[in-house]
C-alpha cells in the first residue's frame, strides 16, 4: 500500500469507522509504528474528536457519535487545500482532507450495499426456506396419500375376503340343509369310457328341486367346451342343466335348481359340450348314474 492509502485509513481510523478485516488492521499497526508522522496525525484527529465530544451538547450519548461525525467532516473540508501537505501543531497533515471526506462517503456506500447484501440474503434465506416447508409438506401430502391407497386397498381385499368367506359359510350351511332335507336324495354318477376314473355325486331335494353336484378326476374341458349335467326320464327326451368347469385337479361344485319334470329323473347324465351349454346333448357322454 502505498502512503496516501494510510492517510485515508487513519481518518477513518480516528472516527472508529475503519472498515477492513484483520490483514487490514495489522497493515495499518505495522505503518504507525514506523511513521511518527501518521501516528501523530492520528493522535491530533483523535484529540479533535474528543474535543468535540464534550463541547457537542447532545441530550444522550447515543445521540452525540452522529453529530460528532459530522462536525469532524464539517471540520476537515473547511481547512485549506495546501494544508494537507504543511504540519499544523507538530502534526503532518499530509493527507488530504477531501480524499478522507471521500473515503467516509465510500466508507458508507459500502456499508449500506452490505446491509442491502445482508437483506437479500435474508430475503433468499427465507425464500428457500418456505420452499422447503412446502417441499417437505407436499411430500407429506404424497406419503398420507399412499398410505390412504393402500389402506384403502386392502380395506377392499378384506371387504372381499369377508363377502367370499361369507358366501362360503351360506353354501355350506345350504349343503347341510340340503343333506338333511327330509325328502333328499343322492345320486352317484359314474365315468364312461371318456373318463373311466371320473365320479360325482347329485344330491337333491325332491320338494325344492335344490341340487349340488359334486365331481372328481374330470378331465380339463377344451377351449370353447363346458360340460353340461342332464335329466334323463323314461320315454322323455333330456332335460338341460347348467354347464360347469373343473379345477385343475379335476375337481368341479355346481349348485342347481332342478325343474319339478326333472326330480323324476331316472338317469342323471354330464356330457362335453359347448361352453354355452345346449338343449340337446351332442357330445360325448363322461358321467352317467345307473338307473334308479
Known amino acids: 500500500m502505498k502512503h496516501e492509502d494510510y492517510k485515508e485509513m487513519i481518518a477513518l481510523d ?6 477492513g478485516d484483520e490483514e487490514q ?10 511513521c511518527a508522522d501518521c501516528r501523530a496525525e492520528l493522535a491530533a484527529l483523535r484529540d479533535a474528536a474528543a474535543s468535540l465530544v464534550y463541547a457537542a451538547a447532545t441530550p444522550s450519548p ?10 469532524i467532516l464539517a471540520a476537515i ?4 487545500q495546501d494544508a494537507r501537505h504543511a504540519p499544523t501543531n507538530g502534526v503532518a497533515a499530509t493527507a488530504s482532507q477531501t480524499s478522507n471526506v471521500s473515503s467516509f462517503d465510500e466508507f458508507e456506500k459500502r456499508r ?13 434465506f427465507g425464500s428457500l426456506a418456505a420452499s422447503i416447508a412446502v417441499a417437505a409438506l407436499l411430500v407429506t401430502l404424497a406419503l398420507v396419500w399412499q398410505r390412504n391407497n393402500r389402506l384403502q386397498t386392502e380395506l377392499a381385499r378384506l371387504s372381499e375376503t369377508v363377502n367370499q368367506t361369507q358366501q362360503e359359510l351360506a353354501r355350506t350351511r345350504a349343503d347341510r340343509e340340503l343333506l338333511a332335507a327330509p325328502e333328499a336324495h343322492t345320486a352317484t354318477l359314474a365315468g364312461t369310457k371318456m373318463a373311466e376314473r371320473a365320479h360325482a355325486r347329485l344330491t337333491f331335494d325332491a320338494r325344492t328341486g335344490r341340487a349340488m353336484l359334486m ?3 374330470l378331465p380339463p374341458a377344451p377351449a370353447g367346451k363346458a360340460y353340461q349335467l342332464w335329466f334323463i326320464a323314461e320315454g322323455k327326451p333330456p332335460m338341460p342343466g347348467r354347464v360347469f368347469q373343473p379345477d385343475a385337479r379335476g375337481h368341479a361344485e355346481m349348485h342347481e335348481i332342478i325343474p319339478p319334470e326333472g326330480r323324476t329323473a331316472a338317469i342323471f347324465a354330464v356330457t ?3 361352453a354355452g351349454g345346449v338343449s340337446a346333448p351332442t357330445g360325448e357322454m363322461y358321467l352317467k348314474s345307473s338307473a334308479s
Do not use: N, T, W, Y
Open 14 to 19: 480516528a472516527l472508529d469507522a475503519l472498515d
Open 62 to 71: 447515543e445521540a452525540a457519535a452522529p453529530e460528532l461525525r459530522a462536525r
Open 25 to 34: 488492521r495489522r497493515a495499518l499497526d505495522a505503518h504507525l509504528a514506523a
Open 272 to 274: 362335453l359340450e359347448p
Open 77 to 80: 473540508k473547511s481547512q485549506p
Open 215 to 217: 365331481a372328481a378326476d
Open 112 to 124: 449500506e450495499a452490505r446491509e442491502i447484501r445482508v437483506g437479500r440474503g435474508l430475503f433468499m
